[in-house]
């Protein structure tokens, strides 16, 4: 790999060359933060998809359209004055060194679960921190991640389940509730009562240390190749899908399934 003065040397020539386009690129040079956010939320994504691939050279590709984003806005805030990308930095490694007191202080953290305990009530005590415990999650995150870090962030302070096995109550009762509401025809309950069993799928999930959306996007991944196993045949015999029996599209779909599990899927 490369040394550090050469990864050094390469991070100053992308802040040279993003000089260079800000100053003289008539694209570059319009962008505010209003026009690049829907990019950086299109670009984090990319990257997100990748990461699930473990494809790694593009990997490789998307962090840099990340950390392009990311220096571009601090290159706009340093036109009017605000901070830049030094700033941004030595904001960072402040935070990290004061966040990891069991690395760079006397404090002590045996395991992965009490660095996040001990980051949560850190981040509490920070001067410009979170005023409580669940202001610290983005209102624009996902909604299945948000719930799993709204409920990761309780836990730090000691809100959860005494024995992680507790939750299936929590997940059969809210079950119980949305058919209820089902059979009621009440659909704005239904609604609520279906947002609680995702809810408490989604503890469960982080209780025995799944990550629900790594686990939904699998899934849906696989509903994916399945279905485009089913299409990729009514297409070869010259049918449209909708011509195809259930009967004969679940056959097609076990077929995929069969294959999947010879290659290891």
């Not at 992308?14 to 040079?29: A, G, I, N, Q």
């Not at 601090?74 to 036109?79: R, T, V």
């Not at 991944?221 to 399945?226: A, E, G, L």
Request: proline share 2%; glycine share 4%.
């Amino acid at each position: 790999m490369h040394t550090r003065k050469e990864k050094m040397e390469a991070f100053g020539r992308f802040l040279d060359v993003l000089d260079e386009l800000r100053e003289k690129c008539p694209w570059d040079k319009k962008q505010t933060n209003e026009s690049l956010r829907p990019n950086t939320i299109e670009e984090t994504y990319e990257l997100c998809d990748a990461l699930m691939r473990n494809d790694k050279k593009e990997i490789c590709k998307e962090l840099g359209d990340v950390l392009l984003h990311i220096a571009f806005y601090a290159k706009i805030a340093s036109e009017t004055g605000d901070f830049d990308m030094k700033d941004v930095c030595d904001r960072l490694c402040d935070k990290l060194i004061f966040r990891h007191p069991h690395v760079f202080g006397d404090a002590k953290a045996e395991t992965a679960g009490q660095v996040s305990e001990n980051w949560e009530q850190l981040k509490l005590k920070e001067k410009d921190g979170n005023k409580t415990v669940l202001s610290g999650v983005p209102a624009s995150l996902p909604s299945l991640i948000k719930a799993y870090r709204i409920q990761d962030k309780a836990r730090n302070v000691g809100f959860d389940w005494e024995e992680r096995s507790q939750v299936w109550e929590k997940v059969k009762e809210e079950i119980q509730e949305f058919q209820v509401e089902v059979e009621r025809m009440d659909k704005e309950k239904a609604e609520d009562e279906f947002g609680d069993i995702m809810f408490s799928l989604i503890n469960a999930a982080r209780l025995y240390k799944i990550n629900p959306d790594n686990a939904l996007e699998r899934t849906n991944q696989k509903f994916i190749r399945r279905f485009g196993y089913v299409e990729a045949h009514s297409i070869k015999e010259g049918r449209n899908m909708k011509d195809l029996s259930l009967e004969e599209m679940d056959n097609l779909w076990n077929e995929a399934k069969q294959l999947e599990k010879g290659k290891g899927q």
